[in-house]
């Protein structure tokens, strides 16, 4: 299992636009073979959005990268968010 999450940190007013961008995020890779799951949350007291995708291994995620990025590949994220934080995750 290899779990891919962003933390999003949206600009006040930009949230709706960010959400729908990690929607197209999730749809695309909903595509891909390898992926288990795939989630939008929000952060009831922050306010961050944040990206859950679950695969089957970091390379089937590697391979989908192409398809994920053709997604979002016009989109504003410097206009829609303050910041964002990635991570891959690994079991131990």
Known sequence: MFVHM????????????????????????????????????RDAESGALIGL?????KEAMIAARPVLMEATKDDDFEAWEDSVTGYRLEEV
């Open 53 to 57: 995708a679950i695969w089957d291994s």
């Open 6 to 41: 962003s933390i999003h940190q949206p600009k006040a007013g930009k949230e709706e636009l960010l959400i729908a961008s990690m929607h197209r995020f999730g749809e695309a890779a909903k595509t891909q073979p390898g992926l288990q799951q795939v989630h939008t949350l």
